[in-house]
């Protein structure tokens, strides 16, 4: 097994699904990873790829190229026993539909006790139902644990599953839009209660969600666009001029080890980018400009842009200010 220190890492991942003859690459090139302790939150569009993702990570689907390490273990080499095993004992899952994380005929405190009885962990019934009601009582719905499913709403039906999933303790808990089907309101009480378990628990958590508001929830949001993690979202504590706390939010495109990146849209069709760009190395920026305009003066010249952003504006050409192909001198015009 290669070396895999983060909780959650995939790298360069790829799935490529056929059917009926027609390929579909749900992802394609993925670069992900998630320290251990971290609760993240990834989002995107549908279609994006992130359940196809979630299904690789908690060991229900292999991905068709690239790397995948949940844990410490090889998703790409796992025997087949070991991935039950895996899927028993390091992972956690809860999904969107209510209905599929749960047993109906089952009450709350049932369904979070039946894991146990088939986890690592050798448990008597005694201690299986008191580690359960203390699952309850962490996720706030310990006074419904003898209803079952039907009679719980889809707020408590989301905090059982939680408990569930998480009940033979596994590293990792990996969510597919767990607040899906749930109202604004519910989604964020369900939202905190993630939050507080991963951290109460000492697990690492990833959720899937198309809910934008999730980010106020998380330290961490990776939004993914066409199967590819593109931009980053980062959330952290500062101070306003009267000492207040606030949070502020910081986004940030993802760059991967070979250095690809992916524009936004609105970037893209604005200067109407398409098929190459020129590139020119500054001393605290990359420009990118449209590969077909000629910039008077300097000819082909590519390290020539017509703007700069603002804040650079002053900066005088510096004689090491090199070009993308190193052996370039700021034009006279930029001085
Ligand atoms: P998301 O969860 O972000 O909405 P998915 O991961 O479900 O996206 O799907 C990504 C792409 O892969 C979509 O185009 C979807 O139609 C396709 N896809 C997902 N699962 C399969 C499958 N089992 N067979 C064929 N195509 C699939
Ligand atoms: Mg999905």
Same mark, same amino acid.
């Given at each position: 097994?290669?070396?895999?220190?983060?909780?959650?890492?995939?790298?360069?991942? &790829?799935? $490529?699904? /056929? +059917?009926?003859?027609?390929?579909?690459?749900? @992802?394609?090139?993925?670069?992900? *990873?998630? =320290?251990?302790?971290?609760?993240?939150?990834?989002?995107?569009?549908?279609?994006?790829?992130?359940?196809?993702?979630?299904?690789?990570?908690?060991?229900?689907?292999?991905?068709?190229?690239?790397?995948?390490?949940?844990?410490?273990?090889?998703?790409?080499?796992?025997?087949?026993?070991?991935?039950?095993?895996?899927?028993?004992?390091?992972?956690?899952?809860?999904?969107?539909?209510?209905?599929?994380?749960?047993?109906?005929?089952?009450?709350?405190?049932?369904?979070?006790?039946?894991?146990?009885?088939?986890?690592?962990?050798?448990?008597?019934?005694?201690?299986?139902?008191?580690?359960?009601?203390?699952?309850?009582?962490?996720?706030?719905?310990?006074?419904?644990?003898?209803?079952?499913?039907?009679?719980?709403?889809?707020?408590?039906?989301?905090? &059982?599953? $939680?408990? /569930? +999933?998480?009940?033979?303790?596994?590293?990792? @808990?990996?969510?597919?839009?767990? *607040?899906? =089907?749930?109202?604004?309101?519910?989604?964020?009480?369900?939202?905190?209660?993630?939050?507080?378990?991963?951290?109460?628990?000492?697990?690492?958590?990833?959720?899937?969600?198309?809910?934008?508001?999730?980010?106020?929830?998380?330290?961490?949001?990776?939004?993914?666009?066409?199967?590819?993690?593109?931009?980053?979202?980062?959330?952290?504590?500062?101070?306003?001029?009267?000492?207040?706390?606030?949070?502020?939010?910081?986004?940030?495109?993802?760059?991967?080890?070979?250095?690809?990146?992916?524009?936004?849209?609105?970037?893209?069709?604005?200067?109407?980018?398409?098929?190459?760009?020129?590139?020119?190395?500054?001393?605290?920026?990359?420009?990118?400009?449209?590969?077909?305009?000629?910039?008077?003066?300097?000819?082909?010249?590519?390290?020539?842009?017509?703007?700069?952003?603002?804040?650079?504006?002053?900066?005088?050409?510096?004689?090491?200010?090199?070009?993308? *192909?190193?052996?370039?001198?700021?034009?006279?015009?930029?001085?």
């Amino acid at each position: 097994m290669t070396v895999m220190d983060a909780e959650i890492r995939c790298e360069d991942l &790829v799935r $490529i699904f /056929t +059917a009926e003859g027609v390929e579909v690459q749900a @992802l394609q090139g993925l670069n992900l *990873t998630v =320290e251990a302790g971290d609760l993240v939150a990834l989002v995107g569009a549908s279609g994006s790829g992130k359940s196809t993702l979630l299904t690789i990570l908690s060991g229900l689907d292999r991905p068709t190229a690239g790397a995948a390490s949940v844990a410490g273990h090889d998703l790409v080499t796992m025997t087949p026993g070991e991935r039950q095993v895996f899927r028993r004992d390091t992972v956690g899952f809860v999904w969107q539909q209510t209905a599929r994380n749960l047993l109906p005929y089952l009450t709350a405190v049932e369904n979070v006790t039946l894991p146990m009885v088939l986890g690592r962990r050798r448990s008597d019934r005694a201690a299986r139902r008191a580690r359960a009601a203390e699952l309850l009582d962490v996720l706030g719905v310990a006074d419904v644990a003898d209803r079952r499913p039907a009679e719980l709403s889809g707020g408590e039906q989301q905090r &059982v599953a $939680i408990a /569930t +999933a998480v009940a033979n303790g596994p590293r990792v @808990l990996l969510a597919d839009e767990p *607040t899906g =089907e749930l109202d604004e309101a519910t989604s964020a009480d369900v939202l905190d209660a993630i939050r507080h378990v991963t951290t109460e628990l000492g697990m690492t958590t990833l959720i899937v969600t198309h809910d934008p508001a999730v980010a106020t929830h998380v330290r961490r949001t990776v939004r993914i666009r066409d199967g590819r993690t593109a931009t980053e979202t980062l959330r952290r504590t500062a101070l306003d001029e009267h000492g207040h706390e606030l949070h502020v939010h910081e986004e940030f495109a993802v760059i991967d080890r070979v250095g690809r990146l992916q524009l936004p849209r609105e970037f893209v069709d604005a200067l109407d980018l398409r098929d190459r760009v020129r590139l020119g190395l500054e001393t605290d920026h990359v420009r990118v400009s449209s590969g077909t305009q000629v910039d008077a003066g300097t000819g082909a010249d590519p390290g020539a842009a017509p703007e700069r952003p603002p804040g650079a504006a002053a900066e005088p050409s510096t004689p090491d200010g090199l070009g993308p *192909t190193g052996d370039h001198r700021e034009p006279e015009e930029d001085a």
